[in-house]
């Protein structure tokens, strides 16, 4: 009957009820709506790494600190050993040869520097282009290139086009090939679209006159083994003049981006709580203050002060719970929509990992957590309250108006 | 022996930087069974003395006792399980619990005092009978009149079956013969089942119904009466 | 006693209550105050070095140059450059134009080649327009004679000094691939990695050379007093440049720094949405204590009517001491900024190591936030306006009391 009575002790003030669960659940959408944003550069974050890019990359040493990451030099000599000898630790799933290099893509009297990727015919990397294929197949197989239609339509050509490929091969001399554009394709990331296209491995071989590649990539069963796959590649690389680089070293500046709306969020989140917790505390001190004759009362036929306390904190209890959850209730369809649709804030969504757009995530247990913290500060104002309305004596609380 | 007994009490007040001495030396005993009306003019100190026969505040000096047991020993969840099990109260202005149905409101004691569901709605409706408002079980406090919300009070004060009641001008916010109606059950309580009522008043047609009558002025005992 | 006097009491009765309203108000001033500063801070460094630097206060291209900027394309290339500056310079709103002409380049030195962003600059005109002439470490400027400027970056991984001779590589408006030798005339650092890693200036004479153009650039450049004006200005020359010339757009400076202002921009309009949810909880927050303060007073105000207050003197009263709640609070707010902004605007935050290497906006080593006067009366006015808001309410009850019923205490 206690909890009873403190539920409907909450509808006898209903605007001071309402102000307290609004309060609590404007508090909850602004962390939920933070959460979304912080949960949408993490998901595509993890996206790049377990679809789109390497776990752990295995190169020349000499490409580590070279000027050009793009020049036709410093392959790795022996790729098919070395991926045997990878392939042999069971955390690595699969072992691919990539091998990126710049180029120069003509089309008539247009022209476009690209980055050409050579990539295996059965390549389970770069998911985000079949992703937003277009036309063709990917990855190309046979001669042929896969380009975006961003590129597409700066060098005014389209699928079908014969596009000239031009590039330094590994003796540093000219060369081109002629290729058909074979997959077009479009991605959420204008950058990504109009710098970098795709060939096959065979392709890439006769381009750059070396059956070599520039790099391997290592997918594995668990990207979190890659700190562990990376020693154990490094005892043999050194042999072939090779180092192993992990996904954390690779996406270092999206890690320290993340690692920073991280705290930013985070300071945010607790200036709103703070904020919202000093009026729900005033909101529930003017409760309890209100009901001191009545706290009396029951004090004076018999009720404990642990009892009392424990009315102020049901009251503000069901109250943060109701505003945490109703503040969760109205995030979840902003956070969804914008998950779907995706923020457009302008080129500062690439700068924070994002593609063109922001695009949201969900997290259940964020979404929990939030929901736990709303109704904490509710808690902790009731706390705050319980303990100043229960220090008045029972003589004095019944004088109370 | 008394069931409660007070001796040489002394109860002082602030008022900011002022000392208000609002009872004086007063030694009084009350006997089980007795219906004894508190007289006194404004001010003279009525309220102070129950509230402490009541247990709801302490003397400044002086001693308390209660069926034999000193109180001033007692702690603050002592006093409040005296007061659940021994004491039942009657207010000026009812003080009922306003989101609270008038069955809940006399059930709030028996729930306190952790009595099964079963034996508490057997109670309440008991209590609801003997004060004659078991048709209002589910109305709430504001849809009753004055004589009826006190009534409601006298059912929740005698809910634990107490020794004592303590009602602190019952009557002075009803009419003449709601106010008297309601006197006339607490005396029918007092008569049948034993139950000790003390209460204040200063108006004189309530001092009618008591059989003893003592007198307060400017925080003393000025005499008594007994009829 | 006098009403001030009254109300300032009032205010310390309830020391509790006080607290808590003193913290909220304070909080609200006082990250006002530090975010106002931290984002004018974007405007006076971070945009004035992306136009300092590079951008200049507005650019002319010709039509659909900035829609196909990814392949640098020459074939969209403003003719007639010497005239065209000529006239340019005298515009009114304009004071600076220097011609340039952007390329892919390939440096290719002892230690090795690399791919990097070419352009041919108006040595002399461009001193009018950024800062780059100012910019050297090492080496001296173009002046006059055929050379490049390398950025620290770039000079240290080929480990280039002042003197060096570099070939640079490319392809030309016809598609050919052509190369020239060039010596090193000096080295610029901007602090910025973008630029001292990605750049590579030549005279124009040489960039025109190697790609095959005559008195031609790929935008001009420009300066002037009024900053939007100077693209007006810039928006009116064009227009006027005939049906002889090739269409040509003025752009303002935003248009090449997207990403600097959409950072920027979501960065501030962040802050101003925490602000308004802050201010308008601190509003709701006064609003209540006020009313629970009046609540609890009821007699005491009805009987200060009873004896001749009028109804402005009880409204004033409430609203005084909101008044005196939010001096309290707003002054307990600058008070704890106060430090914070120092730091951030004299010392400033270190950077560097949190943010990567190929950053789009030129934070520099240390970004320094900057304080004006007018955000701590912005911030100051804020926190009043808030507290007078919340009183309003609680102060018209007040007014509007019946001083028979309430006098005895209910309302």
């Not at chain 3, 490319?170 to 990695?193: H, K, M, Q, W």
């Not at chain 3, 007073?297 to 109804?311: K, M």
């Amino acid at each position: 009957m206690l909890l009873k009575m403190a539920v409907l002790s909450m509808f006898k003030h209903p605007k001071r009820t309402i102000l307290i669960v609004l309060a609590v659940a404007l508090s909850v959408f602004v962390m939920e709506f933070v959460s979304g944003w912080i949960e949408g550069m993490r998901d595509r974050m993890n996206r790049q790494i377990v679809e789109e890019s390497a776990h752990v990359l295995v190169e020349r040493t000499e490409r580590v600190d070279s000027l050009d990451p793009l020049e036709t030099k410093n392959y790795i000599a022996d790729p098919g050993s070395i991926a045997a000898q990878l392939s042999t630790d069971a955390r690595v799933r699969h072992v691919e040869r990539v091998t990126p290099f710049g180029a120069l893509v003509l089309a008539g009297s247009r022209s476009l520097p690209m980055k050409i990727v050579g990539v295996e015919k059965d390549s389970g990397f770069f998911a985000q282009v079949p992703r937003g294929r277009l036309e063709g197949s990917f990855p190309p197989s046979g001669p042929g290139i896969a380009i975006s239609r961003k590129a597409l339509d700066l060098l005014g050509a389209s699928f079908s086009s014969r596009l000239i490929v031009l590039v330094e091969d590994a003796y540093g001399m000219p060369s081109y090939r002629e290729l058909p554009v074979t997959c077009v394709f479009a991605t959420d990331a204008t950058d990504f679209d109009t710098s970098t296209a795709f060939v096959d491995a065979g392709t890439t071989s006769e381009i750059l006159g070396t059956a070599d590649s520039a790099e391997l990539w290592l997918r594995l069963g668990d990207p979190e083994d890659a700190e562990a796959v990376r020693d154990f590649a490094l005892a043999f690389l050194s042999g072939h003049d090779c180092i192993a680089k992990t996904w954390k070293e690779l996406q270092g500046g999206m890690l320290v981006m993340i690692r920073y709306m991280d705290l930013f969020m985070l300071v945010i989140n607790v200036f709103v709580l703070v904020v919202a917790a000093t009026v729900i505390t005033n909101a529930i001190l003017m409760n309890v203050f209100e009901k001191q004759k009545e706290y009396g009362t029951l004090r004076a036929i018999g009720m404990k002060r642990s009892e009392q306390a424990f009315l102020v904190l049901a009251e503000g209890a069901t109250q943060g719970l109701a505003g945490a959850v109703l503040g969760a209730a109205l995030a979840l369809p902003v956070v969804l929509f914008l998950k779907a649709n995706g923020l457009p804030i302008g080129e500062a969504s690439r700068m924070l990992g994002g593609g063109d757009v922001m695009y949201f995530g969900t997290n259940p247990v964020s979404t929990l957590q939030n929901i736990g913290f709303g109704t904490l500060i509710a808690v902790a104002g009731s706390l705050y309250a319980a303990v100043f309305g229960t220090r008045a004596s029972v003589v004095d609380a019944l004088k109370n108006v | 022996m008394a069931l409660i007994d007070m001796r040489d009490i002394e109860k002082d007040y602030s008022l900011g930087r002022t000392t208000i001495r609002a009872l004086r030396n007063v030694s009084l005993s009350v006997g089980a069974g007795e219906f004894t009306a508190i007289v006194g003019p404004s001010g003279c100190g009525k309220t102070t003395l129950l509230n402490l026969l009541g247990c709801i505040d302490r003397p400044t000096s002086g001693s308390i006792s209660f069926d034999g047991f000193p109180t001033a020993s007692l702690g603050d969840d002592a006093e409040a399980q005296l007061r659940l099990a021994k004491i039942g109260f009657i207010f000026q202005s009812f003080n009922l619990v306003p989101v609270l149905t008038i069955a809940e409101n006399i059930e709030v004691p028996l729930m306190l005092a952790r009595k099964p569901k079963r034996e508490r709605r057997v109670r309440v409706e008991e209590l609801m009978e003997l004060v004659g408002l078991t048709s209002y079980a589910r109305h709430k406090p504001d849809e009753l009149s004055g004589g009826q919300r006190q009534r409601v009070a006298i059912a929740r004060a005698l809910a634990n079956e107490p020794r004592l009641v303590i009602a602190d001008e019952p009557t002075a916010n009803l009419d003449g013969a709601t106010g008297e109606s309601v006197l006339e059950a607490m005396k029918e309580l007092n008569e049948k089942n034993g139950i000790t009522f003390l209460f204040s008043t200063h108006d004189p047609r309530v001092m009618r119904y008591a059989r003893r009558i003592v007198r307060l002025r400017d925080g003393e005992i000025e005499g008594e009466e007994v009829s | 006693m006098t009403l001030p006097g009254l109300a300032a009491r009032n205010v310390f009765r309830n020391r509790r209550r006080t607290f808590l309203n003193t913290i909220a108000i304070s909080i609200g001033v006082a990250l006002m105050f530090i975010c106002l500063g931290w984002v004018q801070g974007y405007q006076t460094y971070i945009y004035g070095a992306v136009i300092r630097f590079q951008t200049g206060s507005a650019q002319l291209l010709r039509e659909g140059y900035e829609e196909e900027a990814a392949r640098l394309p020459l074939d969209l290339a403003l003719p007639e450059y010497r005239q065209v500056r000529g006239r340019l310079l005298a515009t009114p709103g304009i004071e600076g134009a220097s011609g340039r002409v952007d390329f892919a380049a390939r440096l290719i030195a002892p230690a090795g080649s690399v791919r990097l962003l070419g352009q041919g600059i108006d040595a002399e005109a461009e001193r009018d327009v950024t800062a780059l002439s100012r910019k050297i470490v090492r080496g001296s400027y173009l002046d006059g004679q055929p050379g490049l400027l390398l950025g620290s970056g770039i000079a240290g991984k080929l480990g280039l000094e002042p003197g060096a001779v570099v070939f640079v590589s490319a392809t030309d408006r016809y598609g050919v691939e052509n190369r020239t030798a060039l010596p090193v005339r000096g080295i610029f650092s901007f602090g910025y990695g973008a630029m001292d890693d990605g750049i590579v200036y030549l005279d124009l004479p040489s960039a025109q050379y190697l790609l095959d153009l005559d008195d031609e650039v790929t935008r001009i450049v420009l300066a002037g007093p009024g900053g939007d004006g100077v693209r007006a200005a810039a928006a009116g020359f064009a227009d006027g440049l005939g049906a002889s010339y090739p269409p040509t757009k003025a752009y303002g400076w935003q248009e090449f720094a997207k990403a600097t202002v959409s950072g920027v921009r979501t960065d501030t309009y962040s802050f101003y949405i925490v602000a308004v949810i802050l201010f308008g909880l601190i509003i709701v927050g006064i609003l209540n204590s006020m009313s629970m303060s009046v609540h609890e007073r009821t007699r005491e105000l009805s009987t200060l009517r009873a004896i001749g207050f009028r109804r402005r003197d009880a409204k004033r009263l409430i609203l005084l001491e909101g008044l005196i709640l939010a001096a309290i609070g707003t002054a307990a707010g600058l008070l704890v900024a106060a430090p914070v902004a120092a730091w951030l605007g004299i010392r400033g935050v270190d950077i560097a190591g949190s943010i990567p290497k190929d950053f789009p906006v030129p934070f520099g080593e240390m970004y320094h936030a900057d304080y004006r006067p007018w955000h701590a009366l912005v911030s100051a006015a804020l926190g009043i306006g808030a507290c007078l808001a919340g009183s309003i309410i609680p102060a018209r009850r007040v007014a509007r009391l019946p001083i028979a019923q309430t006098i005895g205490g209910g309302m």
